[in-house]
């Protein structure tokens, strides 16, 4: 998850204009979706997310006592955005390509997130009919049915898995909660509408050695989604000890995802925001 960042500002400075101040954002320009507009269902300017990715753009987590934004207060913010989308035929100058849960952390978190997902999707019926939806998510809580039923209603949901051994995803995304990586992949099997998405990273934490590669291969088996996105480091992490993969690594792991588990994959290794 994460939203488009200040690229010219020091490390502290990027993490604060990383974090949404609103429940809707954008648009942000997406490697893998177009022009998006970012949908932001926690707390505002604080990050919540069941993990901590080493390399977040987020920054640490915010105190738990700031509130989540009410349903109804999203539900007025993007009727107001998606008729201007409507009345001007886009947003802001921009062609809007997908209606995208993320922001300053993972949606699912929300205590409301499947009927913030039916305001999300009557409204997208009503003034946007042909704008996709898409959740970004950590994973974490599509263990529990009533949060995969939620969210399979929408156009798609990305999936992380970064590792491939539960050891490299510990240190890499740092769970609050003990978890299985094993059991995300397995919850996202359960949707009909789930692509993982990957980062990947060498340097401190390496998920591009053959041994995690095959580990994590054999989870996006088990995952069964409809596409693979890989991408990589865009920008100087948080953790400045990971590195950016080289573009020839993440193609030859798309390969293997192609040949060896008959999944479609895409490869992001330059450009704009994930
Ligand atoms: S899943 Fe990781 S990268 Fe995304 S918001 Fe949570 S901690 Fe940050």
């Given at each position: 998850m994460g939203i488009e960042s200040d690229?010219?500002?020091g490390p502290d400075a990027r993490v604060h204009a990383a974090?949404?101040?609103?429940?809707i954002y954008g648009p942000v320009p997406s490697r893998?979706?177009?022009?998006t507009l970012g949908i932001n269902l926690l707390p505002l300017d604080h990050k919540r997310c069941s993990l901590r990715c080493?390399?977040?753009?987020?920054?640490p987590e915010g105190r738990d006592t700031v509130p989540f934004p009410s349903v109804e207060r999203f539900a007025a913010e993007l009727r107001g955005a998606l008729e201007l989308l409507r009345d001007h035929g886009d947003f802001r100058g921009y062609p809007l390509h997908g209606l995208v849960l993320?922001?300053?952390?993972?949606?699912?978190?929300?205590?409301?997130v499947a009927e913030a997902i039916d305001v999300l999707l009557h409204l997208r019926d009503e003034l946007a009919p042909n704008v996709p939806t898409i959740l970004l998510t950590a994973?974490?809580?599509?263990?529990h049915p009533h949060i995969r039923s939620a969210v399979a209603r929408l156009d798609e949901v990305a999936v992380k898995i970064d590792g491939g051994s539960q050891q490299l995803f510990e240190r890499l995304?740092?769970?609050?909660q003990p978890i299985l990586l094993r059991d995300i992949a397995a919850a996202a099997a359960e949707l009909p509408n789930a692509i993982v998405q990957t980062l990947l990273v060498q340097g401190s934490?390496?998920?591009?050695?053959a041994a995690e590669v095959d580990a994590w291969l054999e989870l996006v088996r088990l995952a069964h989604p409809r596409r693979v996105d890989l991408y990589a480091l865009d920008r100087a992490p948080i953790e400045k000890k990971l590195r950016k993969v080289p573009g020839i690594v993440a193609e030859a792991i798309a390969q293997r995802v192609r040949d060896e588990a008959g999944i479609a994959c895409r490869v992001f290794s330059d450009g704009l925001n994930d």
């Open positions: 690229k010219t500002a974090l949404a101040v609103d429940t893998r979706y177009g022009n080493t390399y977040c753009q987020l920054g993320s922001g300053n952390g993972d949606a699912t978190l929300h205590p409301q994973g974490t809580e599509l263990i995304n740092m769970p609050f934490v390496d998920n591009t050695v």
